[in-house]
């Protein structure tokens, strides 16, 4: 879908760098995810966001920093790269309705060598 | 907290024939069933869901069919086609708050021509 994009789709980085992973929607949903995508392991979350400057860990959150300024932005850091963090990242909105479907971005393909 | 378990990981079919990916979850409080079709190297997407007011809903060769008492529900595909191979996940949520949804492993579903 258009309207929630990810940037950049691939990044290859090495450890002990940063690293910051942009997710920006059109649509001016409430709720914005991210999820790491890992063989066996399904979908993970990692951080999610009900609004603008409302934040809270998930799952996995050990090792991310979020963000959310503008309701259309959600970016994810990596403070200092590791391994474990090779993954498909995916980016995911959703209304605040209630009817809870998620619009999930093209995904980031990241390497930490 | 929520947690989902699908099954089987992987399932083969012949072209034609049907297919049942079946999910538990744990809280009795979640009221809201998605399940998502991730195409290989694609975005996950909703093909369909279901909540918990509701048995069973269909949608052509796809249905979902819910069992609040023992807490399963499962995806139907009727007359599989090769373009149905993919990976399927199911999630579980509940309303209050955000419809952050709890997904299980996912289901490598392979359709033989």
């Known amino acids: 879908d258009a309207g929630i994009t990810q940037s950049p789709r691939y990044k290859i980085t090495e450890t002990g760098r940063q690293v910051t992973l942009m997710c920006h929607q059109t649509?001016?949903?409430?709720?914005m995810f991210w999820y790491r995508q890992d063989l066996g392991h399904g979908l993970r979350l990692i951080y999610y966001?009900?609004?603008?400057?409302?934040?809270d860990k998930g799952e996995v959150p050990d090792g991310y920093v979020v963000s959310r300024s503008k309701t259309e932005n959600f970016p994810l850091t990596l403070e200092s790269a590791t391994r474990s963090q090779t993954s498909v990242y995916f980016c995911?909105?959703?209304?605040?309705?209630?009817?809870?479907?998620?619009?999930f971005g093209p995904g980031t393909r990241l390497t930490v060598l | 907290g929520e947690n989902v378990e699908q099954h089987p990981s992987t399932l083969s079919v012949q072209e034609g024939d049907s297919a049942v990916i079946k999910c538990t979850y744990s809280?009795?409080?979640?009221?809201?069933f998605p399940w998502y079709k991730q195409e290989l190297g694609k975005r996950p997407q909703l093909i369909i869901d279901?909540?918990?007011?509701?048995g069973e809903k269909k949608d052509q060769r796809i249905a979902v069919t819910l069992n609040k008492t023992a807490k399963h529900f499962s995806l139907h595909i009727t007359e599989t086609q090769p373009e149905d191979s993919a990976v399927y996940f199911c999630?579980?949520?509940?309303?209050?708050?955000?419809?952050?949804?709890?997904f299980g492993r996912g289901t490598s579903l392979i359709v033989h021509p």
């Open positions: 279901i909540r918990s007011n509701v």
């Open positions: 999630a579980a949520s509940k309303a209050g708050g955000s419809y952050i949804p709890t």
């Open positions: 966001s009900a609004a603008a400057d409302i934040t």
């Open positions: 649509w001016s949903h409430s709720y």
């Open positions: 995911a909105s959703s209304t605040n309705s209630g009817k809870g479907e998620q619009f």
């Open positions: 809280d009795s409080a979640s009221n809201y």
